[in-house]
């Protein structure tokens, strides 16, 4: 009989192990750093309502106080777009259309609905901690000052 229960609390304790221990396969570090807020669109969302004011904002003005572009989230014909001058970047839509294609640097938006309602905003350690090399606005128009392949 105890020997039962020693063998009982081996297997539950090797289940133990091999449940908590992650699989591969998960995200890497990398892409927690980018794109895991960490739950904290509960600060940003629900406490701050930071998406009420992000919808408002031009990419513009959002460039203007720091915010970066990642241009490898973005597909060539909208990079050819900015450098042709041809983006409003005095529209806040088009900000809507860079959280959808997660190219807005440490901010995670989530765009929901036909009328491109945005749910919600969280950051993440890259908004602070990546920069991006500004290659593609070198070469657009020169109130575009941070857009380019992120490089941390
Ligand atoms: C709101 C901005 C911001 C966010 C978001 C942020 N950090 Fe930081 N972090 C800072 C600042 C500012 C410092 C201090 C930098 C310094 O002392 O040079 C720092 C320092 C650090 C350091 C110490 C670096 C050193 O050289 O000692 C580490 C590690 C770090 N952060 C990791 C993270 C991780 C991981 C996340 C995401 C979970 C994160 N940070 C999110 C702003 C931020």
């Known amino acids: 009989m105890l020997r039962l229960l020693t063998a009982s609390a081996v297997a539950i304790y090797m289940l133990t192990f091999a449940l908590a221990i992650p699989q591969t396969g998960g995200p890497d570090g990398r892409s927690v750093?980018?794109?895991d807020t960490f739950g904290?669109?509960?600060l940003w969302t629900d406490t701050?309502?930071?998406q009420h004011?992000?919808?408002n904002v031009s990419p513009a003005t959002a460039l203007s106080v720091g915010l970066k572009v990642d241009a490898d989230a973005l597909p060539p014909a909208v990079i050819n777009a900015i450098m042709a001058g041809q983006v409003n970047l005095n529209d806040p839509a088009v900000t809507l259309q860079?959280?959808?294609l997660n190219a807005v640097v440490g901010v995670i938006g989530k765009v929901v609905g036909a009328n491109d309602?945005?749910?919600t905003i969280g950051i993440t350690c890259a908004l602070c901690h990546s920069t991006v090399d500004n290659s593609v606005t070198a070469r657009a128009s020169e109130d575009v000052s941070t857009v380019g392949p992120i490089s941390t």
Do not use: V
Request: no cysteine; aromatic share 12%; hydrophobic share 55%.
């Open 33 to 35: 750093f980018r794109f």
């Open 40 to 42: 904290d669109e509960q």
């Open 48 to 50: 701050l309502q930071m």
């Open 53 to 55: 004011a992000i919808k």
């Open 98 to 100: 860079l959280l959808k």
């Open 117 to 119: 309602n945005l749910a």
